[in-house]
Antibody, heavy 122, light 113 residues
Framework: EVQLVESGGGLVQPGGSLRLSCSAS????????MHWVRQAPGKGLEDVSA????????YYADSVKGRFTISRDNSKKTLYLQMSSLRAEDTAMYYC???????????????WGQGTMVTVSS | DIVVTQSPDSLAVSLGERATINCKSS????????????LAWYQQKPGQPPKLLIY???TRESGVPDRFSGSGSGTDFTLTISSLQAEDVAVYYC?????????FGGGTRVEIK
């Protein structure tokens, strides 16, 4: 079964840091670009960051650029999102997402994890 | 950034009736070299992650019932549920994946009348 399982969310104070992880199984992780998508409570979806299969090519939404870092370990089949200088507006469910076809991040998202909740509050 | 706008924000449809959701992008998402529209539709039920329904604007994902269909090209797209079932109550999102940042519409809530 193709599966993505996120972990690492929780309550953090403004200005704090958190690292999210996403463990992949059931498909060849190293062959697929991956994204992090977030959803604030009761709100819509925002594509936060993406990484290509090489692990070196990344992009970030303007809202998180300079504060978040995406990375991957293909040997561990794991995707990461290092978040720093967190703000109240970063409060959201964070989903790890797989693209359908492979190396390009210009692709639809066919597999979503259940998400991990990040709450930024004092 | 490409702005994706959905309409309506919500709609209520009787069981067995047709539901139509519109999606408009601020610029074309049709890639000329391969003639593909970089547009997807997702369904999200309460407490669940989104689920892919349609990609390339009209290709149904494996396992998705054929009452769901997508159409359109360029900047204007439509998701149609031909005969609404109780399990179709959800929020529906369209997304462009033509260019970064990949962007989603604001969502359309579908309810039973």
């Amino acid at each position: 079964e193709v599966q993505l399982v996120e972990s690492g969310g929780g309550l953090v104070q403004p200005g704090g840091s958190l690292r999210l992880s996403c463990s992949a199984s059931g498909f060849t992780f190293s062959n697929h670009a991956m994204h992090w998508v977030r959803q604030a409570p009761g709100k819509g979806l925002e594509d936060v960051s993406a990484i290509k299969i090489d692990g070196d090519t990344t992009y970030y939404a303007d809202s998180v650029k300079g504060r978040f870092t995406i990375s991957r370990d293909n040997s561990k089949k794991t995707l990461y999102l290092q978040m720093s200088s967190l703000r109240a507006e970063d409060t959201a469910m964070y989903y790890c997402v797989k693209v359908i076809r492979g190396s390009s991040w210009y692709d639809a998202f066919d597999i979503w994890g259940q998400g991990t909740m990040v709450t930024v509050s004092s | 950034d490409i702005v994706v706008t959905q309409s309506p924000d919500s709609l209520a449809v009787s069981l067995g009736e047709r539901a139509t959701i519109n999606c408009k992008s601020s610029q074309s998402v049709l890639y000329s070299s391969n003639k593909n529209n970089y547009l997807a539709w997702y369904q999200q039920k309460p407490g669940q992650p989104p689920k892919l329904l349609i990609y390339w604007a009209s290709t149904r994902e494996s396992g998705v019932p054929d009452r769901f269909s997508g159409s359109g090209s360029g900047t204007d797209f439509t998701l149609t549920i031909s005969s609404l079932q109780a399990e179709d109550v959800a929020v529906y999102y369209c997304q462009q994946y033509y260019t970064t940042p990949l962007t989603f519409g604001g969502g359309t809530r579908v309810e039973i009348k």
